[in-house]
């Protein structure tokens, strides 16, 4: 049984610095591509970075370009997110996501709406 923890979401001020980390069990994630996600207040979640299982392809959202950054330890089974220059609308639920099958090198999961593993999520609070 796949399981995806979230961890190291919380309380930042405008311009800190966070890292997230997901941990997974059930399979490797050294074999299937892995994304980061967010659902703010009364909006869909939405895409905002992957990687492939190799991790030689990674995407990233517009809105985060420039100041966030997806890495995976596969020794540890852990993907990050690190996010630098958070704003206040960066504000939301964080969701890892893990692909339920296996893909091609260069695939990474850029729609909730695929068919992945989820994590319960870590809240990020950005204060303004």
């Known amino acids: 049984q796949v399981q995806l923890v979230e961890s190291g979401g919380g309380l930042v001020q405008a311009g800190g610095s966070l890292r997230l980390s997901c941990a997974a069990s059930?399979?490797?994630?050294?074999?299937?591509?892995m994304g980061w996600f967010r659902q703010a207040p009364g909006k869909e979640r939405e895409f905002v970075a992957a990687i492939s299982w190799g991790g030689g392809s990674t995407d990233y959202a517009d809105s985060v370009k420039g100041r966030f950054t997806i890495s995976k330890e596969n020794a540890k089974n852990t993907m990050y997110l690190q996010m630098n220059s958070l704003k206040p609308e960066d504000t939301a639920v964080y969701y890892c996501?893990?692909?339920?099958?296996?893909?091609?090198?260069?695939?990474?999961?850029?729609?909730?709406?695929?068919?992945?593993?989820w994590g319960e999520g870590t809240l990020v609070t950005v204060s303004s």
């Open positions: 059930g399979r490797t994630i050294a074999s299937y591509p």
């Open positions: 996501a893990m692909e339920r099958h296996l893909r091609n090198s260069d695939y990474v999961p850029r729609t909730p709406e695929g068919e992945l593993y």
